[in-house]
């Protein structure tokens, strides 16, 4: 069998960031099957090279066309802005969606003074900047590299205080600023919402790329004709470190306790 409408979309990333993504491809695609794969194996991804993310999205995606998947969302800014442009051309018939442009549209629609927090990695790439400046010449990008935060998510410690006082460090440089916009430039990041709102002002508009990269997901089912007509089967869940780790931590936020396999990467090629 081939991937068809009724194939699952591919969702992946380091951890439980994805789950922001998946989370909106409930809301806004009920009907769709999904299989999502966290490599919590090798987290973090933030601190990693771009060579070394190369490899691992291109195992990943190995691993999901073997699963027949019929797109994949990159649920990882840090496998956006280092890995989409060479796995998109090494992966030409499967169609990839990335976080950092539909983040970046939506960050223009909302302010000219937009902060970014993200990964090391991702702040290094500049690829924030880049793509809201392409689209936006005259908005103003500060990229703040946060590297405390996704072993803290992944740790379960948001509410710890620690984490607030880690995460008003991280932020008084664009506080500074007077930034208008913050993109969560990583998708653990949404996880931290009642954390970072309250050390911002009201006025400052909150961008989570993870909406408007499922809106795009959804336009591009449409134009393949891939849109699922049937009742989605139930959400696979792969990781390639514990799998009871996994599924403790992602109950809070999935609002039940998922069945995870492990799987063991690299994949060869069938
Ligand atoms: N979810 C992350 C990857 C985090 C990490 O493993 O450092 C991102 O969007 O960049």
């Known amino acids: 069998m081939r991937e068809s409408q ?8 380091s ?30 991804y933030g601190t990693r090279s771009k060579g070394e993310i190369i490899e691992f999205v291109r195992e990943i995606l190995t691993w999901m066309s073997e699963r027949q998947v019929k797109m994949v969302i990159m649920a990882c ?18 169609p990839i969606l990335g976080v950092i442009l539909p983040g970046a549209k939506t960050a223009v629609q909302k302010g000219k003074r937009i902060g970014v927090i993200s990964t090391p990695a991702t702040a290094k790439s500049n690829a924030y900047k880049q793509a809201i400046q392409e689209i936006d010449p005259t908005a103003q990008v500060w990229q703040i590299p946060c590297p405390e935060f996704v072993p803290l998510i992944e740790a379960n410690r948001i509410f710890d ?3 607030t006082q880690v995460a008003r460090e991280y932020l008084q440089p ?16 949404r996880h931290l919402s009642p954390v970072l709102r309250r050390l911002l002002p009201s006025s400052v508009r909150l961008v989570d790329p993870a909406a408007a990269v499922v809106r795009s997901a959804e336009k591009e089912l449409e134009l393949l004709g891939l849109k699922n007509p049937e009742t989605p089967l139930p959400t696979n869940f792969a990781v390639s470190g514990d799998p009871n780790t996994f599924a403790r931590l992602s109950r809070q936020w999935l609002g039940f306790s998922p069945t995870v396999e492990k799987v063991y990467l ?3 090629v069938l």
Do not use: M, W
Not at 6 to 13: E, K, N, Y
Not at 174 to 189: F, M, P, R, S
């Open 15 to 44: 951890g439980v960031g994805g789950l922001t993504v998946l989370r909106e491809l409930y809301r806004q695609l009920p009907q769709e099957s999904i299989l999502y794969f966290a490599d919590t194996a090798r987290l973090p």
């Open 161 to 163: 205080p620690y984490t």
């Open 6 to 13: 009724f194939s699952p979309i591919g969702v992946f990333d």
């Open 77 to 94: 800014n840090t496998s956006s802005a280092l890995a989409l442009e060479e796995v998109r051309a090494e992966f030409k018939d499967l």
């Open 174 to 189: 664009l506080l500074a600023e007077n930034i208008d916009t913050l993109v969560y430039g990583c998708t653990h990041y």
């Open 266 to 268: 690299p994949v060869p």
